[in-house]
């Protein structure tokens, strides 16, 4: 049996659970989301707590039972407190900015690369050099975040570019290293 999906999800309070035949529906304070888990699982909310089982032992039954627990508590956590990743901005005259809605950064490039922030998503830059990405859908914000990333991914030689905060970039020696 899968550890993580045998799990109950405790529903914290003020938050409200809504399931209607594999559709899910979580409203907390801070949003509301919606999911559709695959039909071969079976939701149910008992005594606060929402559990997620499996119908067999087959293989594509056990590797949804765990998904569909952790999308589900995703949703439950992303309603209550919210996901958010960290991004850091190294190599000289590279900087970010918010003008606006939208994220502005100086990335070593002959034009400033502009994001605007999408639905869901909130961008805040505390220092030129580190970016927050905030938002209730784990999805969301891990996907901007790494779009966010793609546009200067940090290089092997200087380390230069964006990187998640705490991420190791392994560091090449170079031509000069060689002799």
Not at 20 to 32: E, I, L, Q, R
Not at 35 to 40: F, K, L, N, Q, V
Not at 107 to 125: A, F, K, N, R, W
Request: proline content about 7%; hydrophobic content about 35%; overall charge positive.
């Amino acid at each position: 049996m899968s550890r993580i999906g045998r799990k109950p999800i405790v529903i914290p309070a003020g938050v409200e659970v809504k399931i209607d035949n594999g559709h899910v529906s979580v409203k907390g304070p801070k949003g509301t989301l919606d999911s559709t888990i695959h039909p071969m699982m079976t939701v149910e909310q008992k005594d606060g707590e929402v559990v997620v089982t499996r119908p067999n032992d087959g293989k594509e039954a056990r590797s949804l039972h765990g998904l569909s627990r952790t999308l589900v508590a995703n949703m439950v956590t992303g309603v209550t407190e919210g996901f958010s990743k960290n991004l850091e901005i190294h190599g000289i005259g590279y900087r970010a900015a918010k003008q606006g809605t939208d994220l502005v950064m100086n990335l070593g490039y002959s034009h400033q690369v502009i994001m605007p922030e999408i639905d869901g998503i909130t961008v805040e830059v505390p220092e030129p050099t580190k970016i927050v990405v905030n938002g209730i859908d784990k999805q969301k914000v891990g996907q901007f975040a790494a779009e966010v990333r793609e546009k200067r991914p940090p290089e092997p030689y200087k380390g230069k570019g964006i990187r998640y905060a705490g991420e190791f970039v392994p560091h090449k020696e170079g031509k000069a290293g060689k002799s």
